[in-house]
């Protein structure tokens, strides 16, 4: 082992530690020493700190304690030209100085709380690039991906490289390969974070570009959530040190990549990740440590070049990821799920209420189709200007010798998380309120529609090998033919949510679960039960039933209802021990047939937002498709953006189309009859089984009863007109008891 970098090290082990008592004499010279510290809203106090040696810092008191013990591993300086013949001192000053650098960014947050922006992703326009160490919320939603597989691992990226472009290629590469980039440190005041912005990407935890912050000591919240990711999903007790080390060396892909010169403060943060088994590649001309060891493979390595620094720490960290590449022009894959194109990104788009964007996946004969061939009919990217929208249809053949029909809509609601997983590319809803927005970036790298069949194609095969043996796309992006498609499947979909009609929940003692959707929203977990279809109007009972089938432990798990807690309000003791487990202990419990106790969580993919109108004693309801006010002071859109994060807001709901007229629908607070506003073109959609559910009820006519923004789109407004109809709500119970 090189004996310079383990000076270096060392060196930077006293200097690090000196320098953060200097800063904690200070901070207790300026506070009382019972002053609150920590990282914001977490139960891992200093997650470092805590893991590993399971001392609980609450104060600035606290960090005494540690930093002393930070000093304690000090060791001795190096003398002479002895090689060491341990990398034991060198792993001990590197501890110290990750110690010293927990220690030094709380008491950075105790001086300035307001340095990181503590959320998932930055406010550029606001000037706050850096998000500081993650909080549990984000740590419960993406630590989860480091345990199951979705993300393998992740690159710590201190520095900045030469160049924007430069930054761009090494970091898309990461992206590409499903990783998290965590970034700190700057390179003589430049940041790969910088680097990225300036070349047009976006950046936070949903593309899993995440700007910690800008000095090295921020490459310890990297550290802490690896840490916490096991004590949390691991179970690795605080305090049982090996374990914790043991457990991330073995778990966590991750490695470091220094870009600039290596000083004596990265040196020691570079020796401290050698005891969680995550080696350096440095861009530069550093002393390597290549003996083994901790490490699977070298310790660090120096001189790598840019082109090939991301396939050189892969191997180096020993990590196997499986790439199967898509042949599209744009890169692939989850980080890019979670990215948005945002008005100025926006080259152009289909559906999203300006025009008809619809979604159908039939099953076909053998004979009938061939494999891989995606065909577009009408215009496609080349025929439009940027700001233009086209009508889209995306028409999905599949046969196979275990396909069902049954299994048609589990195939149609991948639509949606495939196309976002195309960088560049947006999708938004399912089914006939689909909305496809393209990036400019994606038109520069050469994006057409066809893609979107490539993408389908490849992955239809890919996850679902047991059931295809055949895929044929078809993109429509004439009006008449997606007019004729949207037809066509609007029938499809009500024979699908049709065939749970005659089905009631007191019928099965199975409800199942979805937890599609909780990569956006983490503590959501619908539960899908013959009378409450998915939120989302794309999944009922037996589309749930289904999927478990084809996947058995795939988001749709099989749930015995057991006891029935309350028959009213519709909740099940098998359901309340579900979902606690499913959301990660966030929710307790939820009701499934009330909106105003405990309603179940809401995702943003719902089709509509129930929200309950005290003044007018009942409720109304707003689908996605329609943009204007409500009685509820709210949009949907506002209304989805304050409900969609898998929250349970009582008062409010998300429920599917389809959902307003099954039999348990809010049946909690009084039921359909509640009902008193919904847009105009809901309430004709729904006209004949609205009509049809009220009339069961005991109200002819019910549909004519129910007020639409041609009445009204305040309480004030609707209240006369409900009174003069003689609305059935005027005269039942209050509503909030
Ligand atoms: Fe599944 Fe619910 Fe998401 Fe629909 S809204 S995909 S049912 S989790
Ligand atoms: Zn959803």
Redesign the pocket.
């Known amino acids: 082992m090189s004996r310079l970098v383990a000076f270096a090290a060392i060196q930077g082990g006293y200097k690090v530690v000196s320098q953060v008592e200097g800063e904690l004499e200070r901070a207790l010279q300026t506070y009382d020493a019972s002053t609150k510290v920590g990282f914001g809203n977490t139960a891992y106090y200093l997650p470092v700190i805590y893991s590993l040696t399971g001392m609980k810092v609450e104060t600035l008191e606290d960090l005494k304690k540690p930093l002393e013990f930070a000093r304690g591993l000090l060791p001795p300086h190096l003398k002479g030209a002895n090689h060491l013949p341990y990398l034991g001192p060198l792993l001990d000053a590197g501890m110290a100085g990750i110690f010293a650098y927990e220690i030094k960014e709380a008491i950075r947050m105790l001086n300035d709380p307001d340095f990181y922006i503590l959320q998932e992703d930055p406010d550029i326009d606001a000037g706050k690039i850096w998000v500081g160490p993650a909080d549990d919320t984000i740590l419960r939603k993406r630590g989860v991906e480091f345990v199951d597989g979705s993300a393998p691992g992740f690159a710590a990226i201190v520095g900045a490289a030469p160049d924007a472009e430069t930054a761009k290629m090494i970091i898309e590469d990461y992206q590409k390969k499903s990783l998290y980039i965590f970034c700190a440190a700057n390179h003589n005041g430049k940041t790969a974070i910088q680097q990225c912005l300036d070349a047009g990407m976006q950046v936070g935890w949903n593309t899993r570009i995440v700007p910690f912050g800008p000095d090295i000591s921020s490459a310890v919240f990297a550290l802490g959530f690896a840490n916490r990711a096991a004590m949390a999903f691991g179970g690795v007790q605080p305090g049982d040190y090996r374990k914790m080390l043991m457990y991330n060396k073995n778990r966590i892909f991750a490695f470091v990549n220094a870009l600039g010169d290596v000083g004596t403060e990265w040196a020691v943060a570079a020796a401290g990740c050698v005891n969680w088994g995550f080696p350096t590649l440095a861009d530069t001309d550093i002393p390597e440590i290549l003996p083994t060891g901790i490490c699977t493979y070298e310790h660090v390595v120096a001189n790598v070049s840019h082109d090939e620094i991301c396939q050189k720490s892969v191997e180096v960290r020993g990590l196997k990821i499986n790439v199967t590449e898509i042949d599209i022009p744009c890169a692939f894959g989850p980080a890019f799920e979670g990215e948005r194109v945002r008005g100025g990104d926006l080259f152009g788009q289909m559906g999203g209420g300006k025009t008809q964007c619809t979604e159908l996946v039939k099953m076909a004969e053998m004979n009938d189709i061939e494999d891989a061939k995606v065909e577009v009919i009408g215009p496609d990217i080349g025929d439009m200007k940027e700001g233009d929208t086209l009508p889209l249809g995306i028409y999905v053949q599949i046969a196979g010798r275990e396909f069902q029909p049954d299994f048609e809509p589990i195939m149609e ?1 991948q639509i949606h998380h495939l196309i976002n997983y195309i960088q560049g590319i947006m999708h938004i809803g399912q089914r006939d309120i689909s909305w496809v927005r393209i990036s400019k970036a994606a038109i520069e790298k050469g994006f057409t529609l066809k893609d979107i069949g490539v993408v389908l194609h490849a992955k239809f095969h890919q996850d679902f090998q047991k059931i295809v043996d055949k895929v044929q796309i078809t993109l429509f992006t004439n009006k008449d033919d997606v007019d004729k498609l949207t037809e066509r499947a609007r029938a499809e979909y009500k024979t699908r949510d049709e065939r749970v009609d005659t089905m009631t929940d007191e019928d099965v003692e199975t409800f199942y679960s ?4 909780q990569s956006f929203a983490p503590s ?1 977990v ?1 539960t ?1 039960s013959p009378e409450r279809t ?3 109007g ?2 009922n009972w037996m589309d749930c039933k289904a999927s478990f089938e084809i996947n058995p432990t795939g ?1 749709n798990q099989p749930i015995q209802k057991g006891k029935v807690l309350d028959p009213v309000l519709g909740r099940f003791e098998g359901v309340d021990e579900f979902i606690k487990g499913a959301s990660k202990g966030a929710i307790d419990t939820y009701n499934f047939y009330s909106m105003v106790q405990a309603p179940m969580t809401t ?1 943003g ?2 089709e509509c937002i129930a929200a309950m109108l005290p003044s007018c004693n009942g409720i109304m309801t707003v689908g996605r498709d329609y943009a204007g006010e409500t009685p509820s002071g709210m949009k949907f859109t506002t209304l989805a953006g304050v409900m969609g994060g898998g929250a349970s807001s009582p008062g409010f709901v998300g429920h599917s189309k389809f959902n307003i007229t099954q039999k348990k629908f809010i049946l909690g607070d009084g039921g359909l009859l509640r009902m008193v506003w919904m847009p105009k073109a809901l309430k004709e959609e729904l006209y004949d089984r609205l009509n049809k559910r009220g009339a069961e009820m005991g109200v002819e006519n019910f549909a004519d009863l129910i007020a639409d923004e041609t009445v009204g789109i305040t309480e004030e407004e609707i209240m006369p007109w409900l009174q003069e109809k003689g609305h059935p709500a005027m005269n039942m119970d209050p509503l909030i008891g």
Do not use: D, I, K, N
């Not at 979805?514 to 959707?517: I, M, T």
């Open positions: 609601r979805c937890s599609l959707c959501h619908c899908v998915g939120l989302c794309a999944y988001p995702c993919c719902c």
